[in-house]
């Protein structure tokens, strides 16, 4: 295994963005389809589905917090993905509702801390040397979009039994790619500061809020575009291309989210963001035809890139580094955890009363929250207190 100084921070940060998703895009597209095949009922397939949030709403902000005190964050992070491995592995055995039970709940406790804990890392290590965090990024975004396309051929010739362990293989680069990230600086018990100081920045707070709504509207969205693509005459083609056109439209975005908020702000670059989405769940509820979909799902792939990228950097340098991975799993607990599950529910509520053109009417009007929340927090000079000091630069 080469040290870490036969590599540059970028590449760090850019190889473990790109092991990982590959690694995912092996099964996260396709594993509700599989459950399916093998006799698994919607509803049986919703509450699977449900361990995912409700790990990263509950456990992964405690494990995250846990790397902040000790200084162990590289460490969690690896029996985190160790985890996600052997769930993978006994993934392949069981066909039965009852035997998966166990098993999605310790992939969910294992895949859950990966995404905070691995951007807080690599976030700092942005900082630390004046590298463009959106440039590592785009590569998990480019791994994800190349092997769900390619893979899902695959497993349409094959079926999907190897799935579960093609993806666990994949991990062992993951594990290499993740002990190469530099865990940064520990700060003393004595020099920390107290968690509710965090809590008084009004600017992060309000920041946490706004990607909260936002979270509940693309987890509403992604959870019922295929069914949306459907009633409008689409196939499964049309959904398998939306979702590799919105990956790819996610790596010019992210290449250039950093650029976009030095010159326009922060704050200013992400109301721009939710608007490019707001445009986009319009587009969606009006749309009379399926193909419509492709350039709405342009503009939504380059809005969700700007978005990512921004959100985890604004709240970065927004927060101390000894809490830094504690809020971006707070983040995550909502954006990717609570939020999802609301929106779920509330959507699964509004089609069976309304059709699903009631989904994206839904979607406009929590983004159009977030808008509000954050535009009115600006106007009223929240961001031009001081953020969080950063760490010392260390080699």
């Given at each position: 295994?080469?040290?870490?100084?036969?590599?540059?921070?970028?590449?760090?940060?850019?190889?473990?963005?790109f092991?990982?998703?590959?690694?995912?895009?092996?099964?996260?597209?396709?594993?509700?389809?599989?459950?399916?095949?093998?006799?698994?009922s919607?509803?049986?397939?919703?509450?699977?589905?449900?361990?995912?949030?409700?790990?990263?709403?509950?456990?992964?902000?405690?494990?995250?917090?846990?790397?902040?005190?000790?200084?162990?964050?590289?460490?969690?992070?690896?029996?985190?993905?160790?985890?996600?491995?052997?769930?993978?592995?006994?993934?392949?055995?069981?066909?039965?509702?009852?035997?998966?039970?166990?098993?999605?709940?310790?992939?969910a406790?294992?895949?859950?801390p990966?995404?905070?804990?691995?951007?807080?890392?690599?976030?700092?290590?942005?900082?630390?040397?004046?590298?463009?965090f959106g440039?590592?990024?785009?590569?998990?975004?480019?791994?994800?979009?190349?092997?769900?396309?390619?893979?899902?051929?695959?497993?349409?010739?094959i079926?999907y039994?190897?799935?579960?362990?093609l993806?666990?293989?994949?991990?062992?680069?993951?594990?290499?790619?993740?002990?190469?990230?530099?865990?940064?600086?520990?700060?003393?018990?004595?020099?920390?500061?107290?968690?509710?100081?965090?809590?008084?920045?009004?600017?992060?707070?309000?920041?946490l809020?706004?990607?909260f709504l936002?979270?509940?509207t693309l987890?509403?969205?992604?959870?019922?575009?295929?069914?949306?693509?459907?009633?409008?005459?689409?196939?499964?083609?049309?959904?398998?291309?939306?979702?590799g056109?919105?990956?790819?439209?996610e790596?010019?975005?992210m290449?250039?989210?950093?650029?976009?908020?030095?010159?326009?702000?922060?704050?200013?670059?992400?109301?721009?963001t939710?608007?490019?989405?707001?445009?986009?769940?319009?587009g969606?509820?009006?749309?009379?035809?399926?193909?419509?979909?492709?350039p709405?799902?342009?503009?939504?792939g380059?809005?969700?890139?700007?978005?990512?990228?921004?959100t985890v950097?604004?709240?970065?340098?927004?927060?101390?580094?000894?809490?830094?991975?504690?809020?971006?799993?707070?983040?995550?607990?909502?954006?990717?955890?609570?939020?999802?599950?609301?929106?779920?529910l509330?959507?699964?509520?509004?089609?069976?009363?309304?059709?699903?053109?009631?989904?994206?009417?839904?979607?406009?009007?929590g983004?159009?929250l977030a808008?509000?929340?954050?535009?009115?927090?600006t106007?009223?000079?929240?961001?031009?207190?001081?953020?969080?000091?950063?760490?010392?630069?260390?080699?």
């Amino acid at each position: 295994m080469p040290t870490k100084r036969n590599f540059s921070p970028s590449a760090r940060g850019s190889l473990f963005y790109f092991t990982y998703w590959s690694a995912v895009a092996v099964y996260i597209p396709f594993i509700n389809v599989h459950f399916a095949q093998f006799g698994l009922s919607g509803s049986q397939i919703g509450l699977l589905n449900a361990f995912m949030p409700l790990v990263t709403l509950t456990i992964a902000p405690a494990l995250a917090a846990l790397g902040d005190r000790t200084g162990k964050r590289v460490g969690i992070l690896t029996l985190s993905l160790l985890g996600m491995a052997l769930a993978l592995l006994l993934l392949t055995l069981p066909r039965s509702f009852v035997g998966l039970i166990p098993l999605l709940a310790l992939l969910a406790l294992g895949r859950s801390p990966v995404g905070p804990i691995s951007d807080s890392l690599i976030a700092r290590m942005a900082v630390r040397h004046r590298i463009d965090f959106g440039a590592m990024r785009l590569w998990g975004s480019l791994g994800f979009a190349l092997i769900a396309l390619g893979i899902g051929a695959l497993w349409q010739r094959i079926g999907y039994d190897w799935m579960f362990l093609l993806s666990a293989i994949l991990l062992i680069p993951v594990l290499l790619a993740a002990n190469q990230l530099q865990e940064g600086p520990v700060i003393e018990r004595s020099a920390r500061r107290p968690f509710r100081d965090v809590t008084h920045d009004r600017g992060l707070m309000v920041i946490l809020g706004a990607t909260f709504l936002v979270g509940g509207t693309l987890g509403m969205d992604g959870a019922f575009q295929g069914i949306y693509v459907n009633y409008l005459g689409g196939g499964g083609f049309l959904v398998g291309a939306l979702f590799g056109i919105s990956a790819f439209s996610e790596l010019p975005a992210m290449r250039f989210a950093t650029a976009l908020a030095r010159r326009l702000g922060a704050p200013a670059t992400l109301l721009l963001t939710y608007s490019l989405l707001a445009l986009n769940y319009l587009g969606f509820a009006l749309a009379p035809t399926p193909l419509l979909l492709i350039p709405l799902t342009i503009l939504k792939g380059v809005g969700f890139g700007i978005y990512f990228v921004n959100t985890v950097r604004l709240i970065d340098e927004r927060t101390p580094p000894e809490w830094a991975s504690t809020i971006q799993a707070v983040m995550n607990a909502g954006a990717a955890g609570l939020a999802p599950l609301v929106g779920s529910l509330l959507g699964g509520v509004l089609i069976d009363l309304f059709g699903p053109r009631a989904i994206y009417i839904a979607c406009l009007v929590g983004v159009a929250l977030a808008i509000f929340t954050l535009g009115s927090a600006t106007a009223r000079g929240v961001f031009r207190s001081p953020a969080a000091p950063q760490p010392r630069e260390m080699s």
